[in-house]
């Protein structure tokens, strides 16, 4: 093989060479999937998806009543073989009762949640859609929400214009510790 002096100037292999086409590799994907759900008949609040196990209508006549527990709690059902513990979410976390803000004509709304290997039924008025954003973006501030709510908060984030709920915090709550 004949070498010019030209040829001289090839660049070893053993270097990265440039991309021909210019391009740069994408930068990691940060998000996570919200669930946006509505309490108090206005706020909107977010869920992270992966502690939701499924969302679903629960007709009224399949929620048994459970005595002497606090008023959040609507009783239980059973889900997947297993016993479900209902939680008026607005109930909890300050707001009123669901069933003294309207007449329940249509059937309750459940998030199943999952912490810690502990389920959770959240009954909500009303849920939306799925947001995706980066976890970053989630502030959190004195002063943020009312002090009920503050123990099940993680944050607000501006550009979702949404509240984050813990759900851990949620299901360790000790309203339900003696069950």
Same mark, same amino acid.
């Given at each position: 093989?004949?070498?010019?002096?030209?040829?001289?100037?090839?660049?070893?292999?053993?270097?990265?060479?440039?991309?021909?086409?210019?391009?740069?590799?994408?930068?990691?994907?940060?998000?996570?999937?919200?669930?946006?759900?509505?309490?108090?008949?206005?706020?909107?609040?977010?869920?992270?998806?992966? @502690?939701?196990? %499924? /969302?679903?209508?629960?007709?009224?006549?399949? &929620?048994?009543?459970? !005595?002497?527990?606090?008023?959040?709690? #609507?009783?239980?059902?059973?889900?997947?073989?297993?016993?479900?513990?209902?939680?008026?979410?607005?109930?909890?976390?300050?707001?009123?009762?669901?069933?003294?803000q309207s007449q329940l004509i249509a059937p309750p709304i459940v998030i199943v949640a999952q912490s810690e290997g502990r389920l959770l039924g959240l009954v909500v008025? @009303?849920?939306? %859609? /799925?947001?995706?954003?980066?976890?970053?973006? &989630?502030?959190?501030? !004195?002063?943020?929400?009312?002090?009920? #709510?503050?123990?099940?908060?993680?944050?607000?984030?501006?550009?979702?214009?949404?509240?984050?709920?813990?759900?851990?915090?949620?299901?360790?709550?000790?309203?339900?510790?003696?069950?």
């Amino acid at each position: 093989m004949l070498l010019l002096e030209q040829d001289s100037e090839i660049e070893p292999l053993s270097q990265p060479r440039p991309d021909p086409l210019g391009l740069t590799p994408l930068p990691e994907d940060n998000r996570q999937q919200f669930l946006r759900f509505t309490l108090s008949q206005n706020d909107e609040f977010l869920f992270p998806l992966n @502690q939701i196990l %499924e /969302v679903m209508q629960l007709p009224l006549e399949d &929620i048994f009543p459970v !005595p002497d527990m606090t008023s959040c709690i #609507l009783g239980v059902c059973s889900w997947q073989g297993e016993t479900l513990w209902l939680v008026d979410l607005n109930h909890l976390v300050g707001y009123s009762p669901l069933c003294q803000q309207s007449q329940l004509i249509a059937p309750p709304i459940v998030i199943v949640a999952q912490s810690e290997g502990r389920l959770l039924g959240l009954v909500v008025e @009303q849920v939306g %859609e /799925v947001d995706l954003f980066d976890e970053a973006t &989630i502030q959190m501030e !004195p002063g943020l929400c009312a002090k009920a #709510l503050e123990p099940f908060v993680t944050g607000y984030c501006p550009q979702q214009k949404g509240t984050v709920l813990n759900i851990s915090a949620i299901v360790k709550s000790p309203t339900w510790q003696s069950r």
